[in-house]
């Protein structure tokens, strides 16, 4: 199969992408238009649920989005939230035969010679793609991340129907302006579709962070990677979730690790790893207790001007030293008025 024939007809692609976006999404946006029109009752509990179902059967960046709506405070209830969030790592996987003929497609028929093994079960599944668990003729343990089929029409769909959806909730709850935020999703989640750009990105993070021992980061194979499929080497480690209640020198170590994911980047090289949520992260194990941080997802990074950082800086230094004029600096370099 050539690797364009998924690509193929894209604006019947897109339709229906229209269609099932609407379909799914309506009843849930209704009752919401209702409560808020008629004063009516709302069950948000089930109607979260329900749209959290939806929303995960559909996959794309619309499930993208509910997991980016569910890390910003005070746009959705609560309810919401909850449910928004079971999409960061409970997001529904395709099956063997839809595997087969992607990796087919990216690949080419003799793919599976390309590897020593391969799990066709994936071990994680997420909005734009799933990761399967495979090994490389030399031992190596990888991570080969296959993104769903015809995401690129799907993104474009998304996105319109979110504008008309953000529209509706500005009038609703003008409390946030969500034009810019659809306006940064937007071109994040295009990004993400490139995967040879996450391949750079993951080497750009791999040269930045090498001599920091806190931090992991995979490196990447290329001969087995195309725009659409990534392998990475497969990094062994447990959910952060899991050390809430680890001693208090632990929690600080894997703390110091995330700060310094992010802040050493983006001080020294103006770059952010700019998806949060916590299926991006896992604890290695170093000397029989956890050692640090593996980061593990490269499609969303943000590339910000030096003039940004510096105000950063002027802000962070300000808050640590109550100057007042560098906080105030700060914000005029942004553009505050």
């Known amino acids: 199969m050539p690797p364009h024939d998924d690509e193929a007809n894209r604006l019947t692609g897109r339709l229906s992408r229209y269609a099932r976006v609407g379909t799914n999404v309506a009843g849930a946006a209704a009752s919401i238009a209702a409560s808020r029109l008629f004063g009516t009752s709302l069950n948000r509990e089930k109607n979260a649920a329900d749209l959290a179902r939806a929303l995960g059967g559909l996959k794309g960046p619309i499930m993208k989005v509910a997991q980016l709506l569910a890390t910003i405070p005070e746009v959705l209830p609560p309810e919401y939230v909850e449910e928004l969030q079971k999409l960061q790592s409970e997001a529904p996987p395709m099956g063997p035969a839809f595997v087969k003929r992607r990796m087919m497609a990216e690949l080419g ?3 599976e010679k390309r590897f020593a093994s391969f799990d066709k079960t994936p071990a994680a599944a997420a909005s734009l793609g799933q990761v399967h668990r495979a090994t490389a003729h030399d031992g190596t343990a990888l991570a080969v991340k296959l993104q769903y089929p015809d995401m690129q029409s799907a993104v474009e769909a998304d996105l319109a129907q979110l ?8 009038r609703m709850d003008p409390a946030i302006d969500t034009r810019e935020i659809i306006k940064e999703i937007g071109d994040r989640v295009r ?7 996450e391949a750079k990105h993951a ?7 090498k ?6 980061v995979p490196g990447v194979r290329p001969e087995l990677s195309t725009g659409r499929l990534l392998t990475l080497t497969w990094l062994d480690g447990s959910k952060m979730l899991s050390h809430v209640e680890a001693p208090q020198a632990i929690r600080n170590r894997l703390a110091t690790a995330m700060f310094r994911a992010w802040w050493h980047p983006f001080t020294q090289i103006g770059v952010i790893h700019g998806d949060p949520h916590l299926g991006n992260y896992s604890v290695f194990e ?3 207790e956890p050692g640090g941080i593996n980061l593990l997802d490269y499609g969303c990074i943000r590339i910000f001007p030096p003039r940004f950082i510096g105000a950063v800086i002027d802000l962070y230094k300000g808050l640590e030293t109550n100057d007042d004029a560098r906080i105030v600096h700060a914000y005029e370099t942004w553009g505050f008025k």
């Open 109 to 111: 028929a003799d793919w």
């Open 286 to 288: 170093e000397g029989g």
């Open 211 to 216: 001599d920091e021992p806190l931090v992991r």
């Open 203 to 209: 080497a750009l993070y791999a040269d930045v962070l």
């Open 191 to 197: 990004e993400e579709l490139d995967y040879r750009r």
């Open 163 to 170: 504008e008309v959806l953000f529209a509706i909730q500005r």
